[in-house]
């Protein structure tokens, strides 16, 4: 399964952003019943989980980002995508779109920057 990722760049605090995500390839079949997500790495930290979507389509956030990200999947696309509301500077980081299977697999990762 192949990654692209989309939608990074420079926005002001309290801005939008929307990141998509699409999955190809010759196992982009069993992405349909994946659990597909976005993480994040800041500099200097660690990578984690911002938000994930199960193959049921039930959502789950990270405490620092519920309420203001909101993620969805188009099944027949094989895509996921990520709204962000109300960004703060420390959203800055670069995110990542990740689809689990029987292994994990990575997009190439887009920068989001939230400044003024």
């Known amino acids: 399964v192949q990654l692209q990722a989309s939608g990074g760049g420079l926005v002001q605090p309290g801005g939008s952003l929307r990141l998509s995500c699409a999955a190809s390839?010759?196992?982009?079949?069993?992405?349909?019943?994946?659990?597909m997500g976005w993480y994040r790495q800041a500099p200097g930290k660690e990578r984690e989980l911002v938000a994930g979507?199960?193959?049921?389509?039930?959502?789950s956030y990270a405490d620092s980002v519920k309420g203001r990200f909101t993620i969805s999947r188009d099944y027949g696309e094989n895509t996921v995508s990520l709204q962000m509301n109300a960004l703060m500077p420390e959203d800055t980081a670069v995110y990542y779109c990740n689809v689990k299977t029987a292994r994990d697999y990575w997009g190439q990762g887009t920068l989001v920057t939230v400044s003024s």
């Open positions: 390839g010759s196992n982009v079949r069993f992405v349909r019943i994946a659990v």
């Open positions: 979507i199960a193959g049921t389509g039930r959502p």
